[in-house]
């Protein structure tokens, strides 16, 4: 050993005992903080599909290469980062001598071979995401960036990182080329011997960039251990649990779609018949009172921005960013911890639970932040602002885009809960609706005994559950479908080709109230309680006898689909449920369908948010489309798992949108712009949001908006009366 040996060594030691140690210590805190949040026993069930989700979802990058070269690049990079971690640790054998190696793999050809491709494809990816991310930086002319917001610094820091590693690589073998110490013959390594083929015969130039390859190293992990909240860094270790302790890891959709989860205390559902307010957690109300999964979620975000960029109320103006959400609680959480650690908090009755002795040494920063509302305006030092928490539709694009599975939707619902429930604070014109939820059954306020009144002027009766005993289906109207103008013509659409097809089936009549999303959605648990047990009793009893194959559901609302297909079971309901689209490309795939004319004008499709993302029903409605027009549909560029949202998910159809542009507007201008004159639908509420949007573009005369039921019927049976264009809802 040379003194250029010595003195590599003892630099490469060094900084690697002040990096590891820095690293211990930045993840103790990180686990510290993570377990600060409420258990979730539900996340350790099913240890199997849970590894085997993981390892699909990083090493087959299966949510990240839907977004291509992106996705592509960052597979390149992440391959590179874990298999190249070889060299790094190769590195130390050759600071001490220059012809070191990794013993018994680091002679041999094959590994000199796999570690030459990754190496240069890892550049190649990590110089792509490098002209990406400048592509997009926030400061660029036109347009908000998924970046805004981000912290870039941190990003360009990492992305530096990777590719100075990758380059002294190269360097190293190199020089090791050039001095005649390689192990590995050009074919398997010809960038190693092109770039030995322009250094220098120097004996020490091996030892010298091998200790700069390991102090680029363990700079860069002293600089994210100095900075426990750099999820762009840390995401690459906390991407793997956060993944395995995903909601749902059978769920094809992103975990978090679909189905919210019930509220809790302390890991358990909540039983409202025993629950007190003063004992138990009634949603969210301070940052800790988030499970140990939310508070992993807020640490994993990658600050990518791809929720961001999807998010429709992003999109057009409005506060609400996805990623600036939780990186907001994330911040807010690592600096509440020292006061939380120290024993500090409050309990439900708003009590502190430290002593003075507890918090007499503590920063005054952790203390000022302990005092900020979780949800407050600037004014009030409020982490989230409450026009940032009431713009969100629930559409689920965020957790659809997230590659990491964050679960923002879940999150959000959970500080409505407890806004709601407990401080009576939310949007004023939703008060009506909830009230109507409560004293009518149905948002609207419209009696309960004009459930039927759809039915009248139909050439055939529709029987109700009780006076049949037989029937296929159960036919879930639902609020929409009785009471609003537009939605009645879809619901009699469906039974008139029910009947057609003839396909047994009942309606619940006026012993039907609302399934309850637009109360869970806003966070009135309780009032979706009420009326979501009195519905589970009711259909129980209307199957009574029947094995859950045959206890069969066609909803024509997206919602009411998904609130009785994924969140009844919950309490006791477990049903068949389909949506009226799937059912009639089931009923004109096996013949008892025939479109005879087809419907012209062009037609474009709009995914509803519920249908869609959440439950990933895609390709039903689009072939019952293809169908009645005897052709290709003209998409629009949003579509499938990223369409955008109609603005009334979330129970925002009963909220005024007073902040940027009107979502339903910028959604109608895409459809528009296919030149399709016929926008097809499968959602009330989306009929509802883009016919208001089209009448508010004066188009009214040039495009009409109808659900996939109506453009089947009007194929099915062309003499069939369509009672002109939709109209007006009521009380709308």
């Known amino acids: 050993m040379g003194s250029v040996q010595i003195v590599t060594t003892i630099l490469a030691a060094a900084i690697t005992a002040v990096a590891v140690w820095l690293a211990v210590r930045a993840v103790l805190k990180m686990v510290a903080v993570i377990r600060l949040g409420q258990p979730a026993p539900e996340r350790f069930t099913d240890k199997v599909a849970r590894a085997r989700t993981m390892l699909v979802e990083t090493a087959g990058h299966t949510r990240m290469l839907k977004w291509g070269v992106v996705g592509a690049a960052h597979w390149f990079v992440m391959v590179g ?55 997009n930086r926030p400061t660029r002319p036109g347009g908000r960036s998924r970046f805004t917001g981000s912290t870039m610094w941190q990003g360009y820091f990492v992305e530096w990182i990777v590719l100075l590693v990758l380059i002294f690589g190269f360097v190293i073998r190199g020089f090791k080329v050039a001095t005649d110490h390689f192990e590995f013959p050009f074919w398997a ?85 025993e629950a007190d307010p003063e004992k138990d957690q009634f949603g969210v109300a301070q940052v800790e009172q988030f499970s140990w999964k939310g508070l992993l979620d807020f640490s994993t975000c990658t600050e990518c ?27 807010h959480a690592y600096a509440k911890a020292p006061y939380l650690l120290a024993g500090g908090g409050k309990d439900l009755t708003g009590e502190e639970k430290a002593t003075q002795a507890q ?78 939820l409560e004293n009518k059954g149905n948002p609207w306020g419209a009696p309960p005994n004009t459930r039927e009144d759809w039915t009248k002027g139909l050439d055939f009766e529709v029987p109700r559950v009780g006076e049949v005993d037989d029937f296929e289906y159960l036919f879930w109207v639902g609020c929409a479908g009785a009471f609003e103008d537009r939605a009645k013509k879809t619901t009699r659409a469906v039974a008139t080709l029910l009947n057609e097809a003839g396909v047994t089936f009942a309606i619940l009549g006026e012993g039907e109230t609302c399934s ?43 919602h009411c689909f998904n609130t009785l297909g994924n969140e009844y079971g919950q309490l006791g309901g477990e049903f068949e449920v389909v949506h009226h689209t799937q059912l009639l490309a089931h009923l004109v795939a096996t013949g008892k369908l025939t479109p005879v004319q087809p419907v012209d004008g062009g037609v474009t499709y709009h995914d509803p948010c519920y249908l869609g993302r959440h439950n990933r029903v895609f390709a039903a409605p689009r072939e019952v489309l293809g169908d009645a027009i005897a052709g290709e549909l003209t998409e629009m560029p949003r579509n499938s798992e ?77 003499e069939q009366p369509q009672g002109g264009r939709e109209t007006a809802p009521v009380g709308g």
Request: hydrophobic share 45%.
């Open 189 to 273: 390594t010809p960038v190693s011997h092109a770039v030995g083929a322009v250094l220098p015969d120097w004996a020490d130039g091996v030892s010298v960039a091998a200790a700069i390859k390991i102090i680029i190293s363990m700079t860069w992990l002293i600089v994210i251990s100095l900075n426990v909240t750099m999820g762009v860094a840390w995401h690459r270790f906390l991407a793997f649990p956060n993944i395995f302790f995903k909601r749902e890891p059978t769920r094809p959709a992103g975990s978090g779609l679909g189905a919210l989860r019930p509220m809790t205390s302390q890991g358990k559902p909540l039983d409202f018949e």
């Open 516 to 558: 309850g999303d637009p109360a869970r959605r806003i966070g009135n648990e309780f009032v979706f309680q009420m009326l979501a047990q009195q519905n589970v009793e009711t259909l129980n009893e209307a199957f009574e006898g029947r094995e859950k194959a045959k206890r069969k559901i066609v909803a024509t609302c997206p």
């Open 642 to 718: 990223r369409s955008f949202c109609c603005g009334a998910g979330g129970a925002r159809m009963w909220m005024e949108e007073k902040i940027g542009k009107r979502i339903n507007v910028d959604r109608v201008e895409e459809a528009m712009a296919t030149g399709a004159k016929t926008v097809a639908v499968g959602c009330p509420f989306c009929s509802t949001m883009l016919n208001d949007g089209v009448n508010g573009k004066g188009a009214g005369e040039q495009v009409e908006v109808v659900d996939v039921a109506s453009v089947l019927l009007r194929s099915v049976k062309p």
């Open 305 to 331: 921005g791809r929720c961001q960029s999807q998010c429709p109320a992003w999109n057009t103006g409005k506060p609400l960013s996805p990623k600036l959400l939780v990186l907001s609680l994330r911040d």
């Open 359 to 436: 918090l007499a040494h503590l920063d005054v920063l952790a203390l000022a932040e302990a005092d900020k509302p979780l949800i407050g305006t600037a004014e009030e030092g409020g982490v989230i602002d409450p026009d940032v928490l009431w713009s969100c539709t629930t559409c689920g694009a965020c957790v659809e885009q997230c590659p990491v599975d964050i679960e923002h939707v879940d999150h959000i619902v959970d500080m409505r809960r407890y806004q709601v429930l407990i401080e009576s604070s939310f949007p004023s014109e939703a008060g009506v609706m909830l009230r109507n």
């Open 81 to 135: 980062f874990v298999v190249l971690s070889l060299l790094v640790l190769e590195a130390y054998f050759e600071v001490v001598t220059t012809d070191g190696g990794l013993p018994v793999v680091g002679h041999w050809t094959i590994f000199g071979l796999v570690t030459e491709i990754i190496g240069v494809l890892g550049l190649v990816g990590i110089v792509v995401l490098m002209a990406i991310r400048l592509r």
